[in-house]
């Protein structure tokens, strides 16, 4: 097969006028809907929230394939509303008529339950759900690819890519905007539309035939929006009861916040909730509590009500907090004479590492987040919260006697197993284990942690732990956070999904390959891998370092962004011409990353954690971006390069679940073995010296 450095024909392009415009907007726009869809389809489909990063691969893969199929000059884009309304019904479809089953496999959990279903509902398993969501979205990415590859042919490489980035970036910072001012995801789509009209060809009936499909299904989602509250990370919806109020995040029970005042303690409802809130205060008389995870303020008023003079209570989500604030009667936020209340809007795990304080008894609320770490991540990880690093922290606010709780509803006997386990090696004593068997409400487990040779645990409450043990290997920790997870192996449905992703991937990639005949670039599609392995990397460590906030995701994706803007200032003025050099920059820092845990520079203190961090994580990403452009400025087929490198990077997206197996850590490897392979390409493709400027077509 050929590299396209041996093709003697150039992309096909249309007029230069407007061009970079042109491609801003299809950055914009590609970027734009990306994120919107992320955030729209797994609010209103269960299985989807937990596979999230399926969107963001169908993406890239999209993308990819439009930029491979440039060559067609009939405008494919016409036919992305199509694809995005069949999105938007398979999505209605699966939210009020399918329930979605895992399928039989008892070592991993994920929160699929479902209570008080209508009569004639079916049961789908979910590889065929997932498949069916990454195949519709990656035909609508293709047919918006085009558009963006058809202008991206007509400028010269790094220039046109400098403005995707930009465009990107901007996307990026738009969406992130209205998700800050919680807009509602009418006003997404409106936006995107209004974008997409450029591209459609009004001058032609079926340009407008396209933007009234597209309309349709804008109302569509209007329709559906109803009363939710989109919050930076879900969408809430919640329903006001006599002695509670129930808030639920996309599409699941998330918690319930009871009324737990004195004169409502006669209700059963209320004092089954009390007496599980108030198991904590037998062993301890805290004046000062920290609850992480406060939600709508639950842990808050038991606290109040048992005397805690100072309260600090940490919950990730404003729109929640807010929801406690105004719409619980306990009041749990409002100041009064008894005790000072801080509300702190806040990553649990960001908040331990840099809080200096100490503490009678920290709270672990029931934390299961609902939600990805980030867009890219294959599983939940509760933030890294139950992990062995983040309970150590816990321990370290302790103050002397101090005691630790952890509330949980354990769904699978081994979960309880791991807790234990990892509560045993943190604080090398068994736990006082009160395990709630037969009373599912809210939570059915509480470990107790701590305590003082003064003031013990009692015996036979510890003794519940001594038969409890779980593998050393399978404990969460920052490496390997599964706590859902019951052995170290891809599991079948994940299997099966990445399978047929790959066969629609061949048959999308390889198809476009064969009518166009314009050959493929394996040194862009290896680069691709590795990058896309760098991104998830990066934000998973800033995580860990900064917490796993909606801001510190923006931040690090757009500081990438602009970390590739950089390189592409710096290539254009001083042009590399041997870039093995750059390979052996981001060969040597990854193998530095795989050989140093990020848990040896989180134990450093002061400035001098971010600055080891930052670079960490900064330098492989630009020196990545330096040899994606110096090669990307080298070549004379640039659709056929950049279309390889997005197809690459959803290969490294799915090569991301490898991590369930081997860790965090081994993605380190994983990304060196990509670019090892790029170079090796690079070296029997690629000519060392810069050819001439490519012709450029108007």
């Known amino acids: 097969m050929k590299s396209e450095s041996q093709q003697q024909t150039v992309d096909p392009a249309p007029p230069q006028r407007f061009a970079a415009l042109r491609i801003f907007g299809a950055a914009f726009l590609i970027l734009f809907l990306e994120l919107a869809l992320i955030r729209w389809i797994p609010a209103n489909v269960r299985v989807v929230s937990y596979f999230s990063n399926l969107v963001l691969l169908a993406c890239f893969l999209g993308m990819g394939v439009g930029c491979l199929l440039a060559w067609i000059r009939w405008p494919l884009v016409r036919t992305a509303p199509v694809f995005f309304v069949a999105l938007l019904l398979l999505t209605r479809y699966f939210r009020d008529q399918q329930v979605v089953s895992l399928a039989s496999h008892d070592q991993v959990h994920l929160w699929l339950q479902y209570t008080d279903l209508p009569p004639g509902v079916k049961q789908i398993g979910i590889p065929p759900v ?12 293709l047919a918006l690819g085009h558009a963006f590859g058809r202008a991206f042919a007509s400028l010269r490489a790094l220039k046109a890519y400098s403005v995707d980035i930009v465009g990107s970036l901007v996307g990026t910072l738009g969406f992130a905007a209205m998700a800050w001012f ?111 995870g406060a939600g709508t303020g639950n842990d808050v008023v038991v606290a109040k009500n048992n005397g805690a003079r100072h309260i600090t209570a940490v919950e990730i989500d404003p729109a929640i907090a807010q929801l406690g604030i105004e719409q619980n009667n306990a009041r749990p936020y409002q100041k009064d004479g008894q005790a000072e209340v801080r509300l702190v809007i806040d990553d649990a795990r960001s908040f331990l590492k840099r809080c200096r304080e100490q503490f009678d008894l920290i709270v672990f609320g029931t934390l299961d987040s609902q939600a990805l770490l980030s867009g890219v991540s294959s599983l939940r990880l509760e933030n890294f919260v139950y992990t062995r690093e983040c ?23 081994w979960i309880l197993d791991k807790l234990v386990t990892m509560s045993r090696a943190v604080y090398q004593r068994d736990p006082a284990l009160f395990y709630f068997e037969k009373d599912q409400f809210l939570f059915n487990t509480i470990l107790l942690q701590g305590g003082s040779a003064a003031r013990p645990l009692p015996d036979k409450l510890r003794g519940y732990a001594a038969d409890l043990s779980a593998d050393p290997s399978l404990i969460p920790t920052d490496d390997w956070p599964f706590l859902y997870l019951n052995e170290r192996r891809v599991l079948p449905d994940v299997a099966w999904v990445i399978g047929f992703g790959l066969v629609w991937t061949l048959l999308l990639a390889g198809g476009s390959q064969f009518a166009s005949q314009r050959g493929f670039s394996p040194a862009f599609f290896l680069l691709g891998a590795g990058f896309m392995l760098l991104e998830a990397k990066g934000i998973t460590e800033m995580s860990l370092l900064f917490g796993s906030t909606w801001t510190v995701n923006v931040m690090v994706i757009s500081s990438i962004l602009l970390m590739i803007l950089l390189a592409n200032i710096v290539i254009t003025v001083w042009p590399v011409r041997r870039v093995e050099w750059l390979f052996a920059g981001v060969l040597i820092c990854l193998a530095l990353r795989g050989l140093l845990p990020i848990g040896e520079i989180l134990q450093q203190s002061g400035p001098m954690t971010t600055v080891l961090a930052v670079l960490r994580v900064g330098a492989p990403v630009f020196f990545a971006a330096l040899i994606f452009a110096t090669l990307f400025s080298r070549t004379t087929m640039t659709t056929v390069a950049l279309g390889a490198n997005l197809v690459g990077a959803m290969a490294g997206g799915f090569s991301e679940h490898l991590s369930v197996v081997w860790g965090f850590r081994a993605l380190d490897w994983l990304a060196f073995a990509f670019y090892s392979a790029a170079f090796l390409s690079v070296l029997a493709f690629q000519p060392r010296r810069s050819p001439p400027a490519a012709t450029q077509l108007s």
């Open 391 to 413: 309970w150590t922290e816990a321990k370290r606010l302790l103050a002397p006697g101090g005691v630790m709780a952890t509330y949980y509803s354990v769904a699978q006997p």
């Open 182 to 292: 919680e807009t509602p995801p009418w006003v997404w789509f409106l936006t995107a539309g209004l974008v997409l009209a450029a591209y459609l060809g009004l001058r032609s009936w079926m340009g407008w035939v396209a933007l009234a499909v597209y309309a349709a299904g804008t109302f569509l989602v209007y329709q559906d929006c109803g009363d939710s509250i989109w919050s930076r990370y879900y969408r809430i919806t919640w329903t006001k009861r006599q002695f509670g109020l129930t808030v639920n995040v996309n599409a699941s029970f998330h918690q319930m916040a009871v009324d737990m005042r004195p004169v409502n303690t006669d209700q059963p409802l209320v004092k089954r909730t009390l007496q599980k809130f108030s198991v904590p205060y037998e062993f301890v008389s805290p004046d000062r509590v920290l609850i992480l």
């Open 130 to 141: 997932l498949s069916l969501f990454f195949a519709t979205a990656s035909l609508m990415f």
